[in-house]
């Protein structure tokens, strides 16, 4: 039996590691769960699994939710709450669901408990890699890959050498908007905006997808997780989103990952590393799909990709100003405060006016989170 916690378990990936626990009740116990505002569905979730532990968005939440709790169900709401849920359950690992940066301190607080970590939430890695990386190696804590195109890497890398990387091609669709030009995208809707052409996910990653700075975050979650340089890290169209990455190697050699594009594949195989267990989803026939596509990336399409390229490579805070500056801009333009387009220009503009503070601290990523985030809000 494994036990596991989940953050964010209202979510998108929140709800796919539930169904990859239910499938596998023998498997899989869960001890703790943290949602932010959606009440309903995590009392749903109690109800269903049991945990011993939750925690809710705000003190109003709780007060709302606690009448409701099976007894004996520790209660727990905020940031606080999501470091007790990551850290202080009897879980063997965290999946970080979380949307946003907000994962950063219950992901560090799962580390130093010793728990092993499923990370989807990319923002996490983005805005402080080198805290979490370091902080895993030291207490001998594995970060696994939920992400789908992480864990295709993952799976390619299973027995190879780190040196003998050539380089490592992660997929985008594309998103929503991939066949429209740069001018079309001045009139589109939020409505459009959230329709993305292959995955069934959160707003938020829906619409970093369609300005392809969700391809940019993890560049540099790929960074961190594989240790490879970003010149060696490469961005390639594949509409289909079937590949789901690969990786070259020295000697010429080329491994991908394909598979039907299900969350569940890469949540389980995160859950239950180094085996495999059955997965009920639909299976892939290459015969049936018949072909497969694959463009060249167009940086002047897509002008986030090559910030996120450009921060990467400065490192310290930069990272961290564009995933911030970046959680603000989604978060007004989902409110239909700024244009689609606007999102990028806001981007640019903090970015420009951001003071890189190299090999920052903790203190220095969230003054530096919280310095953009109040930036693009002015914007
Ligand atoms: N969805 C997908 O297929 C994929 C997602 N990811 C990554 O996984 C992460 C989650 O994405 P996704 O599931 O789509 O997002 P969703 O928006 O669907 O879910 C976000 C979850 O986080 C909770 N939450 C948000 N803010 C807070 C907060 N301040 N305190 C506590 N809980 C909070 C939400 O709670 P509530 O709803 O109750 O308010 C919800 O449970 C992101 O980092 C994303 O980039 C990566 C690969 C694929
Ligand atoms: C499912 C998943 O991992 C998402 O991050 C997905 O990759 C989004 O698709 P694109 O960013 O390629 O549009
Ligand atoms: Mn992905």
């Not at 626990?21 to 116990?29: C, I």
């Not at 945990?51 to 940031?79: D, W």
């Not at 997780?225 to 010149?231: A, N, T």
């Amino acid at each position: 039996m494994k036990k596991i916690a989940i953050i964010g378990s209202t979510g998108s990936i929140g709800t796919q590691t539930l169904d990859v626990a239910a499938a596998h009740p023998d498997q899989f116990q869960v001890e703790a769960l943290a949602g932010g505002g959606n009440i309903k569905l995590l009392l749903e979730q109690v109800q269903q699994f049991k945990p011993r532990m939750v925690s809710v968005g705000t003190a109003a939440l709780a007060e709302e939710i606690k009448p409701y709790l099976p007894s004996g169900v520790q209660l727990y709401h905020g940031n606080e709450g999501l470091i007790e849920v990551a850290a202080g359950s009897d879980a063997d690992m965290l999946v970080t669901a979380v949307m946003g940066s907000v994962g950063l301190r219950s992901t560090l607080a799962a580390i130093d408990a010793g728990k092993q970590i499923g990370l989807a939430n990319k923002e996490t890695l983005v805005t402080a890699g080198h805290l979490v990386m370091e902080r895993a190696a030291a207490k001998g804590v594995s970060v696994l890959p939920v992400d789908s195109e992480h864990s295709a890497v993952f799976q390619c890398l299973n027995g190879e050498h780190r040196a003998e990387i050539s380089n490592i091609t992660l997929t985008a669709s594309g998103g929503s908007f991939r066949d429209l030009t740069r001018d079309q995208l001045s009139h589109v809707t939020v409505e459009d905006a959230l329709k993305h052409p292959n995955w069934s996910m959160g707003a938020k990653i829906t619409i970093d997808s369609a300005t392809m700075v969700n391809k940019g975050l993890e560049v540099i979650e790929a960074h961190w997780l594989f240790g490879v340089p970003y010149e060696q890290i490469q961005v390639l169209l594949h509409p289909e989103s079937i590949v789901h990455s690969y990786v070259e190697f020295v000697d010429g050699s080329i491994i991908a990952q394909l598979g039907t594009p299900d969350m569940r594949v890469p949540i389980q195989y995160a859950l239950t590393y180094p085996q495999r267990m059955k997965a009920p989803g639909k299976r892939l026939s290459l015969a049936q799909i018949g072909q497969l596509h694959f463009r060249e990336m167009d940086y002047d399409r897509f002008p986030c990709l090559r910030l996120a390229f450009e921060c990467g490579k400065i490192g310290g805070t930069a990272p961290t100003a564009y995933n911030a500056a970046n959680e603000i801009a989604v978060a007004r333009f989902l409110n239909k405060e700024i244009s689609f387009l606007q999102i990028e220009t806001i981007l640019e503009r903090v970015l420009e006016e951001h003071q890189v503070a190299a090999q920052p601290d903790l203190e220095a990523i969230e003054a530096a989170d919280a310095w953009a985030r109040s930036k693009a809000r002015q914007l």
